[in-house]
């Protein structure tokens, strides 16, 4: 999309591709297996794990610390999809700018385009309620589409850069936006298909990626990101970590960095078997060099199967040392030893999604809508922040948070009463009341207002500016 959205969603993890990978031909090791870290007792590390939260992405689990902020990237479930939460009301004004793009495009437009491209510059409908499809052209050869999906009070938006003429435009958007669902962050499917942020897809397609990044409150300079990529027909041997070191040591070489790069401590460089997938695993330390800090740069690649969901390439990535985005920018807040037991505590964690994984589905069903009213001795019907409607003065505040299934309570009321009871000195009553339901649960926090993953969306890009 083109910043259709005026305060987005995070929308991708950091791309880690930096300085380790031009240590080819470096000659300094201090190797630290497993087994040497956790033989230290690192105090910091086992207090961020006391408490821990199950993220599913793809069609795969992490855990990571509850107090950690996850962040999903670039999504493509058949198309790149993105996730903007509370938009759905905002859909007309984004359609209308998606098309006044589309519009600005006709200048490279021939007329002979236009007999090959009829629906060039079109406002479709599709197959979920109030969804609309805008149709363009990027290369003047095919299609360009963006479909946008509200779901409730939120929207996805997915888009296409090139549709073959002759393709059905509207089914081929519809597979995936008639099965789209909404999720919680906390929830975990017990059908297959692909957790995506505030959402799920069911069933396979031909194209799935997912990327998310894991930030740390304790360690805020400490960015972790894991990308789960379905291969097509061949597999990805040119990502191997071993492969760009060996092509960057002789750029490196030619460009007369090796003294640099020779100084580089390699503190892991090994073949490892997470879950499924058995691949390159390398952590280093750079050397600090000009501006850039001596900093953490960890990997695990594994190239997966062909044409497999269930194997995908896989690909992990740490970075210490970070702010603002930008890698090497401040010491790291970890030693050596601290983010090699941070890693090897997470990277086992990362597995297949089982049925036997799933949790409560609270938004696979319909949601109570918002400004719902319901009376005390009643149950309520979804969790969530409540207002009080009564318009005398309580003791307590009128919002409150109650859980499904959970009975609204009378309230403590100070208002109108008999002049007996006036008289006496109690003026205050229990009186049942109507509650009205104002936000929709937010599990991880517990005030309105938050997102729904418990993150602050603020200036936090999570786009690398030295990918």
């Known amino acids: 999309m083109r910043n259709l959205f005026l305060n987005p969603p995070l929308a991708y993890p950091i791309i880690f591709l930096g300085f380790f990978l031009l240590i080819g031909g470096c000659n300094r090791h201090v190797r630290l297996g ?42 493509e479930v058949d198309s790149s999809i993105e996730y903007a939460k509370g938009y759905s009301k905002r859909i007309d004004e ?13 200048i490279f437009m021939r007329e002979s385009d236009y007999k090959r491209l009829p629906l ?6 599709g197959a979920v309620p109030g969804q609309k499809i805008v149709i363009g052209s990027k290369d003047r050869v095919g299609y ?5 999906i509200p779901i409730e009070d939120d929207l ?8 073959m003429p002759k393709e059905d435009i509207v089914s081929r958007l519809n597979l995936v936006a008639s099965k789209l669902r909404l999720r919680s962050i906390q929830e975990i499917p017990s059908e297959e298909g692909i957790c995506i942020e505030g959402g799920f ?15 740390l409150k304790e360690f805020p300079d400490v960015h972790l990101s894991v990308e789960a990529h379905k291969n097509l027909m061949y597999l990805p041997e040119g990502n191997s970590p071993r ?12 460009a007369g960095l090796a003294p640099v790069f020779a100084r580089i401590e390699v503190l892991r460089d090994q073949v490892r078997q997470l879950s499924a997938w058995k691949g390159e695993e390398f952590a280093a330390r750079t050397p600090s060099y000009k501006k850039s800090k001596s900093v953490h740069e960890f990997r695990f690649h594994s190239m997966g199967s062909i044409d497999d969901p269930f194997h995908p390439e ?46 409560s589905t609270t938004l696979s069903t319909p949601k109570t809508p918002l400004g719902s009213v319901s009376n005390t001795g009643e149950t309520c019907p979804r969790s969530g922040w409540w207002e009080c409607l009564e318009t005398g003065r309580m003791d307590a505040d009128r919002h409150r948070h109650f859980t499904e299934g959970e009975e609204f309570p009378p309230a403590l009321v100070t208002g109108y009463v008999s002049l007996w009871r006036f008289l006496i000195g109690d003026a205050d009553r229990i009186a049942a009341v109507k509650w009205k339901l104002v936000e929709y649960d937010n599990a991880l926090s517990a005030t309105p207002g938050s997102t729904e993953d418990g993150a602050l969306r603020g200036d936090n890009n999570p786009e690398d500016e030295h990918a």
């Open 94 to 106: 984004l359609v209308d700018s998606s098309l006044i793009e589309v519009e600005k495009e006709r």
């Open 156 to 163: 996805f938006v997915q888009s296409f850069v090139s549709l």
């Open 314 to 359: 896989l690909d992990i990535r740490l970075d210490s040392g970070v702010e603002g985005n930008v890698k090497a920018k401040v010491e790291p807040s970890i030693t050596d030893e601290e983010a090699l037991a941070l890693w090897d505590k997470i990277l086992p964690t990362i597995r297949l999604r089982q049925a036997s994984d799933a949790t």
């Open 144 to 148: 360009s589409a963006e479909s946008f």
């Open 243 to 254: 492969l760009l070191r060996e092509s960057a040591s002789q750029h490196a070489n030619a």
């Open 201 to 215: 897809v069911p069933s396979q397609y031909q194209y799935e990626r997912t990327r998310i990044g894991i930030r």
């Open 34 to 75: 497993s087994d040497d870290t956790m033989q230290k007792t690192l105090p910091r590390i086992e207090k961020l794990f006391e408490e821990t939260k199950v993220i599913c992405f793809g069609r795969m689990l992490i855990r990571v610390p509850s107090a950690s902020t996850v962040v999903f990237g670039w999504t």
């Open 120 to 125: 060039y510059g079109s406002i479709l409908d």
